[in-house]
């Protein structure tokens, strides 16, 4: 069970995050900046096909992103939270800046999520007397920068030992940890090869196995794999999503909603089928 706000989420089955990308310089051509009746539209839609919560994003993380000041963040962020205020799903907000954190959480937000994993000053008390979910990240350097030297000695143990510190400084503060949520951070710092030994070991990345986030969707590292250019990658985004559940990921934060929830369908069905759930036989 996750709280999130005036939410419990039941993690005993996978969760879909669905992207409401609200910046003008999306990597994956979704962006809505400024056209707030189409964000909703298209959170409306995911909600239709199935997104347990929607994640909105207001400024651009991917590598070499400029980033917005406060006010522009909020400029875009508001009026999309505020009409989706009674839709119904827990809103999720991805920032690390703690004056939108406040106040995002002051108009319904029920969860934060911060690839800074709450390392900006003032992040941290922002939500401790709150009671929203919080999801955790790792990145190596920051979006500027980070695509430029990714290293590791072993990436799976340093990102498994980040995710823990995090999650003990978040405890520490006041945050309960029955509210966190983790993720490895695909693409924050990685190259090819660090993505596939985290997707490979996702399971051991949890430390008193709370919940794990995947944000693989439409990614980079499927591009490498496959070729195949951003607006082409949703097959590989899929095969990945179901490999993420597979090995242990509760949460995955994805474009395609209406897609990768029929995937878990499938992937569900086989699960309960070798548990040997008796309404299958
Ligand atoms: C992630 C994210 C991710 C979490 C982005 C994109 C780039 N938040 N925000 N995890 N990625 N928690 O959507 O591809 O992987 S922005």
């Excluded at 939410?7 to 400024?34: H, W």
């Excluded at 409306?44 to 994640?55: P, V």
């Excluded at 190259?191 to 969707?217: F, K, Q, V, W, Y």
Aim: charged share 20%.
């Amino acid at each position: 069970m996750l709280r999130c706000g005036s939410y419990t989420l039941d993690l005993s089955r996978p969760l879909v995050m669905g992207i409401v990308n609200l910046t003008p310089d999306s990597f994956s051509g979704d962006g809505l900046a400024d056209d707030v009746e189409r964000a909703v539209d298209q959170a409306y839609q995911q909600i239709a096909a199935g997104a347990d919560i929607l994640d909105l994003g207001a400024e651009s993380s991917r590598p070499g992103a400029i980033p917005a000041t406060v006010d522009e963040e909020l400029r875009r962020l508001l009026p999309v939270l505020e009409a989706l205020a009674d839709c119904g799903v827990p809103l999720s907000i991805d920032t690390y800046k703690p004056e939108v954190m406040r106040a995002s959480l002051a108009r319904g937000a029920s969860m934060i999520n911060d690839i800074y994993a709450l390392r900006m000053p003032g992040a941290a008390a922002a939500l401790a007397d709150s009671d929203c979910a919080v999801c955790l990240m790792h990145m190596q350097g920051d979006p500027l920068t980070m695509q430029q030297q990714p290293s590791y000695g072993d990436v799976v143990a340093e990102v498994r030992s980040f995710l823990r510190e995090r999650a003990d400084a978040a405890i520490a503060s006041g945050i309960q940890a029955e509210r966190l949520v983790l993720d490895p951070g695909f693409c924050f710092g990685k190259t090819l090869a660090h993505n596939l030994e985290l997707l490979c070991n996702c399971a051991r990345l949890s430390p008193d196995g709370m919940p794990i986030l995947a944000g693989i969707s439409r990614k980079s590292m499927l591009g490498m794999l496959t070729g195949q250019p951003v607006e082409q990658r949703l097959a590989a985004s899929l095969s990945a999503a179901v490999l993420a559940v597979q090995r242990g990921v509760g949460i995955l934060r994805v474009h395609d909603v209406a897609e990768t929830v029929a995937a878990l369908a499938v992937w569900q069905a086989v699960e309960a089928c070798s548990a040997g759930a008796a309404h299958l036989r």
